[in-house]
């Protein structure tokens, strides 16, 4: 009879634990989709921000007709620079309400215009569905939901793995020294935690000025403390156990010790916490692109594209800050029902 590890058992409760798996792949989708997201967008050109002001604030689902007329500038990016920020077209795309195709060019007339223009010399037609409508710049909003998805994640990415940094490098010397060294590193955390967090987001972010990697020093900065704390709490309990008094015995060095036998035995809750460390995350970058600190335009974030357009709540356009609400909404509910079923999975109690 085959025993299974600890880690294959946890696996199979959240397996078994449907909510629990479906926020799971809902999460590992929209990851895809964020990374490979100029793959999928119809907009590629540098941070989704094409603009055509006659299109703005278009319904879901409007269909329009464009021409592609060459512009003859040579793209300089590399494939690096095009995967994760976009490319500067080759052409230039113009709205069109109606046409009239010549032997040597075409006859149109722009949307929202009543002159008749002629062009001679090479062309496309394309008819472009704004599955979720237009901006009021007339940027495609699919296209800026989707790189969103990629600023959103990688802030709540970045920002875990800073605060795990710092908070598990504390937490595991204040809990093995104690003494003076864990009151030390307490009265530390007990300050931090006093500030609220939004504040102290807000006071790093205006220190270290407004950006897009900013906001990833910001946050993580600021979250460290729970999980310092949860770190410290574990290892009070796991340096009292026989096998690390037999390890002492054992004359191993302090580093052995805690790398090799206390670290292991508290990743089960501090993944439980950067679960749920990453939902914050993600509404504090939210919350910080709503007041206009965070990533600056023209950088596409879900909370920018609420600020840019919670005043069309009360119009016929609510869609505009309803669709990125419900976005910040769906990932953050998966995260924290991720969590808890990590936290489930994780208790030995069951």
């Known amino acids: 009879m085959t025993t299974n590890s600890l880690n294959k058992m946890a696996w199979s409760k959240l397996i078994a634990d449907r909510p629990s798996l479906f926020a799971l792949l ?7 989709i964020g990374f490979f997201s100029y793959l999928f967008i ?10 055509h002001l006659e299109l703005a604030t278009l319904p879901p689902l ?29 052409y230039e795309k113009i709205p069109i309400a109606s046409h009239k195709e010549l032997d040597e ?45 990629r600023v959103s994640l990688a802030v709540g990415l970045i920002a875990v793995f800073i605060s795990l940094l710092i908070g598990i490098s504390l937490g595991l010397l204040a809990g093995f020294y104690r003494g ?6 307490m009265w530390f955390v007990n300050v931090i935690w006093s500030i609220p967090t939004l504040l102290l987001v807000i006071a790093i972010t205006l220190a270290l000025g407004k950006g897009f990697w900013q906001v990833f020093v910001a946050v ?8 310092a704390r949860i770190v410290r709490g574990q290892v009070l309990a796991i340096r009292e156990l026989e096998y690390i008094d037999a390890s002492k015995v054992l004359a ?99």
């Open 180 to 185: 003076r060294v864990d009151n030390i590193i």
């Open 42 to 51: 119809p907009d590629k050109s540098p941070y989704a921000n094409q603009m």
């Open 62 to 90: 409007s269909k329009i007709d464009f021409i592609q007329i060459p512009n003859n500038t040579q793209s300089s990016e590399s494939f690096f620079e095009y995967f994760f920020k976009g490319k500067k077209p080759s």
């Open 252 to 350: 191993y060095s302090s580093y052995r010790i805690i790398f090799k036998h206390i670290l292991p035995n508290v990743i089960g809750p501090v993944i439980v916490i950067s679960a749920a460390n990453f939902a914050a995350a993600i509404l504090i970058e939210a919350g910080l692109s709503f007041l206009g600190i965070g990533a600056q335009p023209p950088i596409p974030t879900w909370g920018g594209i609420i600020k840019d357009h919670y005043s069309y709540i009360i119009m016929d356009k609510a869609y505009l800050a309803i669709i990125p609400g419900l976005a910040i909404m769906s990932l953050v509910l998966s995260f924290m029902i991720l969590g808890n079923g990590l936290r489930d999975a994780f208790d030995v109690r069951h």
């Open 26 to 32: 809902f999460i590992l989708s929209c990851t895809f």
């Open 105 to 149: 060019g075409i006859n149109y007339i722009k949307t929202g215009s009543d002159l008749t223009k002629n062009y001679q010399g090479d062309y496309t037609l394309l008819n472009q569905t704004f599955w979720f409508g237009t901006d009021r710049f007339g940027r495609d909003l699919l296209s800026r939901m989707i790189y969103g998805i």
């Open 220 to 227: 993580g900065l600021t979250m460290w403390v729970e999980v």
